[in-house]
């Protein structure tokens, strides 16, 4: 049984996380970057994933939009691996942030703390998820100043070596907040007073 798992099929790749799960159904991806595990024998292979692979509602989209009109970047089969949805998640966050800031300042060129007001303010329910063809790929989550970080949840996806496709085998599950946010809090104040830096005071933030 594999210990010390990835958070998704390519992640440490350049640590001693991939060293490691390398000898577990062989490397973590192929030549093209795919989140593929080679070996014969790797079915029922586990790992925690922010993000799965596989397809969803945005999907659908991006096949309608671009692939169906010859206009899609790459190979169409790809669109449904883990890094791919990564970027999609990535992107996501981007324009939904920019949309938040200009409902309150207006469609019009904004600045960067504008942009930090909508990132700040940034809210994603299971219905605006699926909505914008996200549900299930990323969990519900808001942002706040007090909170980077967003959903402190991940899942479990298990590699399916017939089909070649990773497979969810668990719902959502949240970071055990009351262990982690004492941690966290402690390294930010030891980090701040190294560095001389006042933290933000959330309380004063609009």
Known sequence: YPIGLP??????TSTAWYLLTKTFGGDLFDQDFKPLV??????????LAFH???????????AKHLYDKGKG????????????????????????SI?????????????????????ENLKLPEARLKE???AGLVAPFNVSC???????SALVHQWDAKTK?????????????????????????????????TPRDCSKVN
């Open 7 to 12: 958070l998704s099929a390519t992640e440490g």
């Open 52 to 62: 799965p692979g596989g397809t969803f509602g945005v999907h659908a989209d991006i």
């Open 165 to 197: 496709t990773w497979k969810n085998v668990s719902d959502w599950m949240a970071a055990d907040q009351g262990l982690l946010k004492p941690m966290i809090k402690e390294a930010a104040a030891k980090y701040a007073k190294e560095k001389n830096i």
């Open 73 to 96: 970047a790459g190979k169409k089969e790809d669109i449904t691996q883990v890094l791919y949805n990564r970027g999609m998640i990535n992107a996501m966050l981007v324009v939904e």
């Open 146 to 152: 007090e909170n980077h970080e967003g959903p402190h």
């Open 38 to 47: 080679t070996d014969k024998d790797s079915g029922g292979y586990k790992a």
């Open 99 to 119: 949309r938040t800031a200009q409902a309150k300042y207006g469609k019009k060129p904004l600045t960067g703390e504008q942009i930090r007001w909508g990132i």
């Open 132 to 134: 914008i063809g996200f």
